[in-house]
Nanobody, 126 residues
Framework: QVQLVESGGGLVQTGGSLRLSCSAS????????MGWFRQAPGKEREFVAA????????YYRDSVKARFTISRDNAKNTVYLQMNSLKPEDTAVYYC???????????????????WGQGTQVTVSS
């Protein structure tokens, strides 16, 4: 069983920054691929970023490339999402997720992720 707890959301103006954190339980965190997703009201949950267990080769959706950075600290069982140059369209509930399958393919859809956090609200005002 893996428990994920997100933090760091809030209200920020356009162009501002936020850093989301996701703390994970379990002693095998370093084995998991970790992802960030978001869901705006009335929309489907969408992929934002993912990072493999080694921390290399992060993946991003096109609209956040060069603005968001995903990273992880395996010693702290934590994955981060640094969000810069935020836009109103980034407003959503952000979820972190863990893929514990050990399959060497980074999933960019929600289905392969088997553990999810409760989400943290990010609101970007114009």
């Amino acid at each position: 069983q893996v428990q994920l707890v997100e933090s760091g959301g809030g209200l920020v103006q356009t162009g501002g920054s936020l850093r989301l954190s996701c703390s994970a339980s379990g002693r095998t965190f370093s084995s998991y691929t970790m992802g960030w997703f978001r869901q705006a009201p009335g929309k489907e949950r969408e992929f934002v970023a993912a990072i493999v267990r080694s921390g290399g080769s992060p993946y991003y959706r096109d609209s956040v490339k060069a603005r968001f950075t995903i990273s992880r600290d395996n010693a702290k069982n934590t994955v981060y999402l640094q969000m810069n140059s935020l836009k109103p369209e980034d407003t959503a509930v952000y979820y972190c997720a863990a893929d514990t399958s050990l399959i060497p393919v980074v999933p960019t859809t929600p289905w392969p992720y088997d553990y999810w956090g409760q989400g943290t609200q990010v609101t970007v005002s114009s």
